[in-house]
């Protein structure tokens, strides 16, 4: 029997004032996890009040492209070896809910319209998403946790930085730079992607030694200070912890908290 732990972030850069969405998705996801539910379906439905929350980065609040279009990527990723990611998809307010549909194909990664052919076969819902104008620029939202049996899961969802072109695809659905999991660590980034994609960020921190804390500093420091970078991550024995550059609004809730 494993204690189970969730942990949720709104993204690096934003402020306090964005906290009240990212405690009600931690909320939710705890619920599932104290009613015995399993950490799969504790980080999807925390990132789907997230993508519905219009002030986060992500889903319905997702920032527009240079062209004034919504294109959101998502993925997916469980300790017992499976990933779905979703790329630059359009017309669909909750593509963390298309990228988990991928956990259990034999393909793990769909882009574009190939992506959304998919979702209107498998039947995900579509409909317009109208993005957010709002000037800042980045973020992201993510969520870790651990359930009683062990098993571990991560899930990151985003509008990408404002103002990047169509087609555009930073760190958060990257497996390796944006989210990183195995049978002792989850792990998910936010920030500036280009940086996070070029220094394989997650899969750095998820092979130093050290504690948790220790791990996501050394995450940080790979990076100047004025390039806006958070994680958040749990460990298989127990830790749990959010970490930023900058602000960025997070959450945990355990049995210890
Ligand atoms: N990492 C995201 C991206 O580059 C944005 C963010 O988390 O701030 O698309």
Redesign the pocket.
């Known amino acids: 029997m494993s204690k189970p732990m969730i942990v949720c972030h709104g993204?690096?850069?934003h402020t306090a004032k964005d906290q009240p969405g990212v405690d009600a998705a931690a909320d939710a996801g705890w619920a599932i996890l104290g009613a015995g539910g399993s950490a799969l379906d504790a980080v999807l439905a925390a990132v789907e009040i997230m993508e519905n929350d219009p002030v986060l980065?992500a889903g319905t609040g997702g920032r527009k492209r240079a062209d004034g279009s919504v294109q959101l990527?998502a993925a997916v990723a469980t300790s017992d070896g499976r990933l779905g990611a979703i790329m630059a998809i359009e017309d669909t307010p909750n593509p963390v809910h298309v990228a988990a549909g991928l956990l259990d194909e034999s393909i793990h990664i769909l882009v574009g319209q190939g992506a959304r052919d998919w979702a209107d076969a498998q039947g995900y819902p579509k409909s317009p998403v109208e993005g957010s104008d709002s000037p800042s620029?980045?973020?992201?939202v993510?969520c870790v946790a651990i359930d009683g049996n062990g098993l571990m899961a991560v899930a990151?969802s985003?509008?990408?930085?404002t103002g990047?072109p169509r087609g555009?695809?930073?760190?958060?659905p990257l497996w390796g730079p944006?989210l990183w999991i195995d049978d002792e660590i989850a792990l998910a980034?936010?920030?500036?992607?280009?940086e996070?994609?070029i220094k394989m960020l997650c899969h750095r921190v998820a092979v130093q030694a050290g504690s948790l804390q220790q791990r996501l500093e050394y995450g940080l420091s790979l990076f100047d200070s004025s390039i806006?970078v958070?994680l958040i991550g749990i460990t298989a024995n127990g830790e749990g912890l959010g970490l930023a550059n900058t602000g960025m609004p997070w959450a945990i809730r355990s049995a210890n908290q």
């Open positions: 993204g690096a850069g980065n990527d620029g980045n973020d992201t993510g990151s985003t509008g990408g930085c990047r555009r695809v930073g760190d958060t944006g980034a936010t920030g500036i992607g280009e996070i994609t806006e958070g």
